[in-house]
């Protein structure tokens, strides 16, 4: 029941220490597309002091993220949750942080235009939206490799690609939140930090 991916075993700690000083202090930190749910699960056993809900509208994933906090006895983290990004309403009302990885460039478009808007309709002024994936910068890819991943990407799903920097910016704005902070990653992925204004 309990899923691995070797990716999120190599990213969950460099994604933590961006995210460590810019969490707040207390509250709810909702996870959209929690996947295996060991992202998830390493934030929760760093920040014991907040309350982490996960999410993934996989039923099979959100076994996953169940059993690992089970497994690792986490107190600070809810059973994971259903959500559809692109649904006007979802199962949380309020969350001080929305983190979302590797989501937006394997979802139509559309899933990345429900994520900011429900993001937005969730957090306070101050609260944080944080992104990490791949993108564009200035209409064009970063390496090689992510030109070759957006490629497969659009091969499996035409409405699936590595999403332009500069539109993902252009999104969060319209929905009232700031220019982002930009965090370079390992493997040519990119953190985005938002806050709402």
């Not at 983190?99 to 808007?117: F, Q, R, S, Y």
């Amino acid at each position: 029941m309990r899923r691995e991916a070797p990716a999120a075993a190599r990213n969950r700690q460099p994604i933590l220490e961006v995210l460590q000083p810019r969490l707040p202090e207390k509250g709810l930190v909702l996870e959209i597309a929690s996947g295996t749910g060991e992202h998830v699960v390493h934030y929760a056993a760093a920040r014991p002091g907040l309350t982490f809900q996960p999410s993934d509208p996989d039923a099979g994933a959100r076994a996953s993220v169940d059993d690992w906090v089970r497994t690792l006895g986490l107190g600070n983290v809810r059973p994971a949750l259903e959500i559809d990004v692109t649904m006007e309403s979802w199962p949380v009302e309020r969350a001080d942080a929305v983190l979302c990885c590797n989501m937006i460039h394997i979802a139509p478009w559309e899933a990345a235009i429900g994520l900011v808007t429900g993001a937005a309709r969730l957090t306070p002024p101050g609260g944080l939206l944080f992104l990490y994936g791949p993108y564009r910068r200035g209409g064009r890819h970063t390496a090689p490799s992510n030109e070759s991943f957006d490629a497969d990407l659009k091969r499996r799903n035409p409405a699936w690609g590595v999403r332009d920097l500069e539109a993902v910016t252009r999104l969060a704005a319209a929905q009232g939140f700031s220019a982002p902070e930009i965090v370079e990653m390992p493997a040519n992925n990119l953190s985005l930090l938002f806050n709402r204004l």
